[in-house]
């Protein structure tokens, strides 16, 4: 009788470790999630940004065309970076 309390403890114990395994991913699965949400939003904010300045910029005649493109691909950079220091 007692191998059978020694067989229900040890199912009972791997059950246990397999519930806190699937925890322990899913909440680092949400923690990957909100990064990636939250590099998004830099990237899209940044991309935003660099339309608006771009148009601005040539509104204004203040450089050629290149130099507003080289500006806009600078923010858009940038932008980039931000979003790779949030994720890693």
Do not use: F
């Not at 191998?3 to 403890?9: I, K, P, Q, V």
């Not at 493109?69 to 600078?74: A, E, I, N, W």
């Amino acid at each position: 009788m007692s191998d059978s309390g020694n067989g229900l403890h040890m199912r009972i114990g791997a059950m246990l470790s397999a519930a806190l395994l699937t925890l322990s991913g899913a909440a680092l699965g949400t923690t990957q999630s909100q990064q990636r949400q939250q590099g998004r939003s830099v990237n899209q904010a940044a991309k935003h940004e660099a339309r608006a300045s771009k148009v601005d910029c040539r509104a204004a005649n203040q450089k050629s065309n290149s130099q507003c493109r080289q500006d806009k691909r600078d923010a858009k950079q940038q932008g980039r970076q931000q979003k790779r220091d949030i994720k890693y």
